[in-house]
């Protein structure tokens, strides 16, 4: 809609040279690896399934190559005042503008063969009335990095040309902590499809003749393997060298293994925090800690809300008192819903609490994997109060504080009705208060700004 | 309906903003409609084995109606809403009670919905949005004009109370 006024072209920027590559690449990589893999069963004979594989890779490959082609063709973006302009669309021209005080995440992501050419994707989320979010692939590391410095530093208020800001490392996870946790955290709920898929195979095999018993077996052995096998590489693949570090644009995630990328918070972006502990997990002390961040809520991404892939719990609860500028959860006084709340919660209502103080919300609960959930006054959205006709008949309610979408839920379930409505209103009002206060989003121009860059 | 501690009362000082009744009338029209249509092709295909079997359609078509009557008049007074300095109070469902606090500051969107059915009703949806996906704010059957100015407040008040995420 808006007019690409060719005349100012010199200021735009455009994508690397070697989008297109990149992009083949990214997509052809998968198929070299597989025909490495198949390269010692050819002898077998069954090559119309190969063949067939073959083909659909590389016609997809082409046709991402060509659209890398494209794209550099036309797509070219330009920092303006508090703007970040990306022109782009070869049919319908479309020129979008992401407002630099919106900035939720910059993310740096370099996924295997565009890293091998020194090449890197940049992703920009913006929030606000207009959600917005822009990638734009490829671009030279370095130019990426810089991009990103400068926007962090407009963002801020520090106006053009900001080198990329120090920062502090803050912690780092054990690879070898990394790989047994995700094994243990296997042992939960999620895994009992793949469980019943391998004995619903046994079971036919037994019900048609007993013959096909050991191959029965073999096949659920695989089925379980692999989808233990996914569940383990997808989690190194993404988390691997995690490391974490604080700057003055915020906290700074590094992690992967063949795709590398940087993620970079700003300071009060985060919604809401979660620490986590799978059943097994206790056994060891271990936790993880999820938050929530507007703008990034698909599964695909599900790796951008963990802020700690795993460590030690107190690990955790100092990581989370850090990412929100020093609170003291401990602090919190927490009560638990009334005894009669065993009638909708038989076990695992003595372990759900609740409780705020100032500046945060904070829940509790789980019989055998543990939660403890936080949210900062100023980032509750809307709340509100639900019950059931279970619930009415013994006069409960649960409390909800709504986030953004993510992993992090925060409900206050089970409370005696009169508690839980004070609860609504008492968290409405502080939110209203610590909205009013909250430190505006130029975080550099702000007063607080010194208590936040500790 | 109200008890001692009635946790979805009104705020102290307002009232529930009642919706209109056409939204009863709406939601009544449209389950008669269908059990007629059910319970009348049913019973003609139920006819050749005698008069019992449509008989007992039709009764029990006729209990269905006059119990989703009752039920569709109890949602209808469940829903309210109230508007205070700084939020908008929804209030609604007779079975599953939900009581939504939404700050003005945080809204991003109000949208007027409006289906075929609701048009032909005059009656509209009243949808806030904020950054969260899971705030179920809607106000059903406003008329028209009671939502177009509500949009207007909220709107304004969205503005003079807008805060960063």
Redesign the interface.
């Known amino acids: 809609m808006v007019s690409t006024d060719s005349r100012t072209d010199e200021t735009f920027h455009r994508l690397h040279p070697l989008t297109p590559l990149a992009s083949g690449l990214r997509v052809g990589a998968p198929l070299l690896a597989f025909l490495a893999i198949s390269a010692g069963e050819r002898q077998a004979g069954d090559h119309s399934g190969l063949l067939t594989t073959t083909i659909i890779f590389v016609v997809v490959a082409v046709l991402v190559t060509i659209k890398g082609f494209i794209s550099l063709a036309v797509t070219r973006y330009r920092l303006e005042a508090g703007e970040l302009r990306v022109d782009s669309g070869l049919i319908t021209r479309q020129s979008k503008r992401l407002r630099l005080d919106r900035l939720q995440s910059v993310d740096v992501r370099q996924p295997l063969a565009p890293r091998l050419l020194g090449l890197a994707e940049l992703r920009i989320v913006t929030a606000g009335a207009a959600r917005e979010s822009v990638h734009l692939s490829y671009l030279a590391e370095p130019v990426a990095r810089q991009l990103r410095a400068e926007m962090m530093g407009r963002a801020a208020g520090l106006g053009p040309g900001v080198a990329e800001a120090p920062e502090q490392p803050l912690t780092s996870v054990d690879p070898g902590i990394l790989i047994w946790s995700t094994v243990l955290s296997l042992v939960s709920w999620r895994i009992a499809p793949v469980f019943f898929v391998a004995f619903g195979i046994i079971a036919t095999a037994l019900h048609h003749s007993s013959e096909n018993l050991p191959g029965a077996i073999a096949g659920a052995v695989f089925v379980i393997l692999v989808a233990i096998g996914q569940v383990l590489w997808a989690r190194i693949n993404n988390l691997w060298n995690f490391k974490i570090a604080q700057s003055p644009d915020g906290l700074r995630v590094r992690r992967g293994l063949l795709n590398t990328q940087t993620n970079t918070i700003p300071p009060g972006r985060i919604q809401a925090l979660r620490i986590h502990q799978p059943l097994l997990w206790r056994l060891f002390g271990w936790a993880t800690l999820q938050i929530n961040i507007a703008g990034s809520g698909d599964r695909r991404q599900r790796f951008d809300h963990i802020l700690l892939p795993v460590a030690p719990i107190e690990h955790a609860r100092w990581l989370l008192s850090t990412a929100l500028g020093g609170v003291n959860v401990e602090a919190v006084e927490l009560t638990r819903p009334p005894s009669r709340a065993w009638v909708v919660a038989p076990l695992w209502w003595r372990y759900m609490a609740a409780g705020s103080d100032d500046r945060i919300f904070v829940t509790r609960h789980g019989l055998f994997s543990r939660s403890l959930e936080v949210v900062p006054n100023e980032r509750t959205q809307s709340v509100h109060l639900h019950a059931g006709p279970i619930a009415r008949w013994i006069r409960l309610a649960s409390v909800h504080l709504d986030s953004t979408r993510g992993p992090v839920r925060i409900r206050a379930r089970h409370r005696d009705n009169g508690e839980a409505r004070k609860m609504l209103d008492t968290q409405a009002d502080r939110a209203r208060r610590a909205r009013s206060v909250a430190s505006p989003s130029r975080w550099m121009q702000s007063p607080s700004a010194t208590s936040q860059g500790q | 309906m109200s ?1 001692t ?5 009104a ?1 102290p000082g307002t009232q529930w903003q009642r919706v209109s009744p056409k939204l009863r009338a709406m939601r009544r029209a449209l389950v008669t409609i269908v059990v007629i249509v059910c319970a009348g092709a049913l019973a003609a295909g139920l006819s050749p084995t005698g008069p019992v079997g449509p008989i007992v359609v039709v009764v029990v078509g006729l209990l269905a109606v006059a119990w989703a009557w009752v039920v569709i008049d109890r949602n209808w007074r469940s829903w309210g809403y109230t508007e205070r300095q ?2 908008l109070l929804v209030v609604h469902g007779a ?9 003005y ?2 809204m ?2 109000v949208d007027l919905e409006a289906g075929p059915i609701e048009r032909l009703y005059g009656i509209v949806t009243v949808k806030l949005h ?8 809607r106000i059903r059957g406003l008329l028209p004009e009671d939502a177009q100015h509500l949009r207007e407040r909220l709107a304004s008040r969205g503005e003079a ?1 807008a ?3």
């Open positions: 008890g501690a009635d946790a979805f009362a705020p700084d939020d079975l599953f009670r939900t009581l939504v606090v939404v700050p500051g945080r991003q969107l904020t950054a969260s996906a899971s705030t179920d704010a109370h805060a960063g995420l």
